[in-house]
């Protein structure tokens, strides 16, 4: 059985490499947003769509090992303290880690969610400016023009 924990705490591990890696992609997305730089902006989201396919892809390995270790709706937080006594302390460790880099995650997502909003809202001052009616290239029945040209 500790080789199914040592296998959780692994995985907890390498979700917690995901969440690192996103924190670092949305500061540097709220640096490019700052800048303007639209190219890096997109290619920060392409990568943080990979990654989020990739932790869809844990989920099933997650399931599997709550299951075989009976802790099926169980909180993460949770988790230790219904680890067998011997595995607690690395169990907690584990959790912790996790749970502080989720926290980091989050708040680097929100200053970068805050600052593209910002830049969309600037944007759309702009093209208000531009054409008072806010209707710039929109057709009387509603939908964007497109240019194909063939």
Known sequence: MDEIYEAFFTYLEKVGGHLDRLSELAKTKNIAAQRGDVLSVNECMREEQEIGLTLRRMDKQRERLLTVLHLDGVPLSAVPGRCPPELRPAARA????????????????????????????????????????????????????TDYRT
Do not use: M, W
């Open 94 to 145: 584990a959790v912790e880690a996790l749970l502080a880099k989720r926290d980091i995650y989050r708040s680097a997502a929100d200053a970068a969610r805050s600052t593209l909003e910002c830049s969309l809202h600037n944007i759309e001052k702009l093209i208000e400016q531009k054409e008072p009616t806010g209707r710039t290239g929109v057709h009387a029945r509603g939908g964007l023009f």
